[in-house]
């Protein structure tokens, strides 16, 4: 007993010589600064793939109703939303949006070259395009958009993925949700990629993989833009500070 407790002094007069010295007040400082600016990066990365116009329900069966919606978390760079404008696949041809209060609602068509037949009706037209305009979203706020999808047998390019892309427009500036994976459009719109549906079972040929940039939202994770914000000044404002 009397040896445990005497090497436990050493060890303690030992540690506090280590504190003392210029070299370990030195480098755990720089430690800290690379912990917190490693930090403040993973906080970015999680900020931009959180923070994304995405799907409420963003995977279903092909050929099944889908009742999901366009969730739209944040404005453009604070302002707030006035409109949303989404453009529909062309494989799509029943889709039917949500009246929202207090918003316009507009409906586009467009005629098909070849007349289909669903559920015994001659279709010759199908939905373009949908947007819900003349309304006010405030930054601090979110609005889902909801949506009656029948999805079809295939995504886009024969793949097992829809792409929505959509047009946000706010008091100050337009964010435009269009990034397509695989295609140019992606790194068009580096950040920004268009809300998509999976199709589960769907027969195609290839399977559109997601780029990581969307791999923290699909796991739930969420921090709204104001919070984050914070958060990433006082890290920095810590980091000036120990500098």
């Not at 079809?152 to 829809?162: H, R």
Request: charged share 5%; aromatic share 10%; glycine share 6%.
């Amino acid at each position: 007993m009397v040896t445990f407790v005497e090497n436990k002094h050493i060890k303690r007069r030992l540690l506090q010589s280590l504190v003392n010295h210029p070299l370990y007040i030195y480098f755990p400082t720089m430690r800290t600064i690379t912990s917190l600016f490693a930090g403040l990066c993973l906080l970015s990365m999680v900020l931009q793939a959180s923070a994304h116009v995405t799907f409420t329900i963003a995977t279903g069966q092909p050929g099944s109703y889908l009742y999901t919606g366009l969730r739209v978390p944040h404005g453009c760079s604070g302002s707030a939303t006035t409109a949303i404008s989404v453009s529909v696949p062309d494989n799509v041809y029943s889709i039917k949006p949500e009246v929202i209060a207090n918003w316009n609602l507009t409906i586009q068509y467009v005629n098909l070259t070849t007349p289909i037949t669903i559920e015994g009706q001659q279709i010759n037209q199908t939905v373009s395009n949908i947007s819900w305009s003349n309304g006010l979203l405030p930054n601090d706020q979110f609005q889902e958009f909801g949506l009656q999808i029948q999805l079809p047998s295939t995504g886009y390019n024969n793949t097992n993925t829809l792409w929505f892309p959509v047009v946000q427009t706010c008091v100050n500036g337009t964010s435009t949700w269009g990034g397509i994976a695989n295609t140019s459009s992606w790194n068009q719109y580096l950040g920004y990629p268009a809300p998509h549906i999976d199709l589960v079972n769907a027969t195609s040929s290839s399977s559109a993989a997601q780029p990581s940039s969307t791999v923290a939202h699909s796991a739930g994770v969420s921090v709204s833009a104001g919070t984050a914000s914070t958060l990433m000044l006082l890290l920095g404002t810590f980091v000036a500070m120990l500098a």
